[in-house]
């Protein structure tokens, strides 16, 4: 999973083999390392209780909640 990050958006790109995860385990993580002591985590989490695209940052860690009906159709579709 990539992230980007510009002015005031997030974007995740996700390989197949995430969105297999995502759609198995309901999450993906991913973490950028700075030092031995110090990273930033990123996670999407398929959420039944969320109705649109939510994120929150708290201790070192980006939680991206989409709804669950999102990710039920991404394994085995081309979507962009």
């Given at each position: 999973m990539k992230l980007r990050l510009k002015e005031n958006s997030i974007r995740l790109r996700l390989s197949q083999t995430?969105?297999?995860?995502?759609?198995?385990k309901g999450s993906v993580e991913e973490q950028l390392n700075f030092s031995k002591d110090t990273a930033l985590f990123y996670r999407l989490i398929a959420k039944a209780d969320v109705q649109n695209?939510?994120?929150?940052?708290?201790?070192?860690?980006?939680?991206?909640?989409?709804?669950?009906?999102f990710v039920k159709g991404w394994p085995g579709n081309n979507v962009v």
């Amino acid at each position: 999973m990539k992230l980007r990050l510009k002015e005031n958006s997030i974007r995740l790109r996700l390989s197949q083999t995430d969105v297999d995860n995502l759609a198995e385990k309901g999450s993906v993580e991913e973490q950028l390392n700075f030092s031995k002591d110090t990273a930033l985590f990123y996670r999407l989490i398929a959420k039944a209780d969320v109705q649109n695209p939510t994120v929150s940052y708290a201790e070192n860690t980006i939680n991206i909640y989409i709804p669950i009906d999102f990710v039920k159709g991404w394994p085995g579709n081309n979507v962009v």
